[in-house]
């Protein structure tokens, strides 16, 4: 069955980075866009990283365009992303998602906690 497991996330300093990990089983990974998503208390999941199957066109959002990097291993089936210059406000569960025949599979995401 498909899964996508996230890993990576912790505590962070502001100013600091992060790399989180999403590992992908039970699909082949190299035809599908792989995303991440956030989602703080009380907000709204938001898209912060997309990145096509061939790897070639990514997708970010302004809050964190030139701080976030999404990038994808096919021989590792792994995507991951690559946070820098971090803030407070980036503060969130951080999820990992493919969609597959119109049916979304998330991941169960993983805490980043950026705190001085």
């Known amino acids: 069955q498909v899964q996508v497991v996230e890993s990576g996330g912790g505590l962070v300093q502001p100013g600091g980075s992060l790399r989180l990990s999403c590992a992908a089983t039970?699909?082949?990974?190299?035809?599908?866009?792989m995303s991440w998503y956030r989602q703080a208390p009380g907000k709204e999941r938001e898209l912060v990283a997309a990145?096509?199957?061939?790897?070639?066109?990514?997708n970010y959002p302004d809050s964190v365009k030139g701080r976030f990097t999404i990038s994808r291993h096919s021989a590792k089936n792994t995507v991951y992303l690559q946070m820098n210059s971090l803030k407070p406000e980036d503060t969130a569960v951080y999820y990992c998602k493919v969609r597959i025949m119109d049916r979304d599979y998330w991941g169960q995401g993983t805490q980043v906690t950026v705190s001085s």
């Open positions: 990145i096509t199957s061939t790897g070639i066109t990514t």
């Open positions: 039970g699909f082949t990974f190299s035809n599908y866009v």
